[in-house]
C-alpha cells in the first residue's frame, strides 16, 4: 500500500460523534459468532434461548465483512469463546452456570459443548474466516483474555476497532470495555450485534456511548460501509496514481 493511500481518512457517522478512520490503523473484530451460540442445536438454544433473535446479527456482519475485506491495508480478526479438551482451563464456577447435561464440555448434537476443535465451537459458515484473518481462541467473555489479539494489533498498529458479534451486553461489551482500557477507540456496530434479550442489546450500547462515549462510539453499518469504502476507493485511485 502506498503511503498517500495509507494516509487516506474516512469519517464514521457515530454517536456521541464522528469517528475518523484510515485503512492501516483500524481493525473490524468480528466476535464469536459460532455455532454454538447462533444454530439450532447449539449451547444457545439449549439454554432455552432463541437463536434467531442473534441471527438477526448475521447479514450485517456480512456486509461488514464484505466492505473491510475490500480494503486494502485493513485488518479482519475473529473470536471464538471456548475451552481446551481437557477443560483445564475453564473455572468451576462457570461450569457450574449451566444445568446438568447442558454444560461446558458435555456432549451435544454439535460436539461438546464450548470446546475447541468441536463442530459448534468453530465460527458459522457464512462468516467464516478467511486463511489470512486471525481467529483468536479465548476461555472467557473478553477477547484480551489470556490471548495474544493485544499483541495482533500492536504489532500491525491498529489504534481503531470497529465491533461486532454475540452477544452485546456479554462478549462484545467486555472486549469494548477491555479495549477502552488499553488505549483502543471502540466503534461498536448497532445492527451487527445482537442479545438474546432485545432489551439487554439497547441498554449495552446505550452504556457504552453514553458521557461523550465513555467506552466508544456506536454506529450504523451503513456508517460504517461508507466510510470504509470511501477508504478503499482512495486506497485504489493512489495505486493507480502510482503506476
Do not use: W
Not at 75 to 88: F, Q
Not at 196 to 215: C, D, N, T, W
Amino acid at each position: 500500500m502506498s503511503a498517500a493511500a495509507a494516509a487516506a481518512e474516512a469519517s464514521i457517522d457515530a454517536e456521541p460523534s464522528p469517528t475518523a478512520i484510515t485503512a492501516t490503523t483500524t481493525a473490524l473484530l468480528v466476535i464469536d459468532m459460532q455455532r454454538d451460540f447462533l444454530e439450532p442445536g447449539g449451547f444457545g438454544e439449549s439454554l432455552g434461548n432463541d437463536v434467531s433473535v442473534l441471527r438477526t446479527a448475521i447479514a450485517p456482519c456480512s456486509q461488514l465483512l464484505s466492505a473491510c475485506r475490500a480494503c486494502p491495508g485493513l485488518l479482519v480478526c475473529h473470536t471464538r469463546e471456548g475451552h481446551r479438551p481437557d477443560l483445564s482451563d475453564l473455572p468451576r464456577h462457570k461450569l457450574m452456570q449451566s444445568p446438568e447435561g447442558k454444560r461446558i464440555g458435555d456432549l451435544g448434537p454439535m460436539g461438546r459443548i464450548l470446546v475447541r476443535g468441536e463442530r459448534g465451537h468453530d465460527i458459522i459458515p457464512e462468516l467464516y474466516p478467511l486463511p489470512m484473518e486471525p481467529c483468536v481462541d479465548k476461555p472467557g467473555k473478553g477477547a484480551f483474555f489470556s490471548t495474544d489479539l493485544e499483541t495482533i494489533l500492536r504489532s500491525r498498529g491498529i489504534e481503531t476497532l470497529i465491533v461486532c458479534g454475540v452477544t452485546t451486553e456479554v462478549c462484545v461489551h467486555t472486549t469494548v470495555r477491555e479495549a477502552n482500557d488499553r488505549g483502543f477507540a471502540c466503534v461498536v456496530v448497532d445492527e451487527a450485534c445482537s442479545s438474546f434479550f432485545p432489551e439487554f442489546h439497547r441498554v449495552g450500547l446505550s452504556m457504552v456511548k453514553a458521557q461523550g462515549g465513555i467506552f466508544g462510539k456506536v454506529a450504523s453499518v451503513a456508517s460504517v460501509v461508507r466510510a470504509v469504502r470511501e477508504l478503499a476507493v482512495a486506497g485504489a485511485g493512489a495505486a493507480d496514481s502510482s503506476s
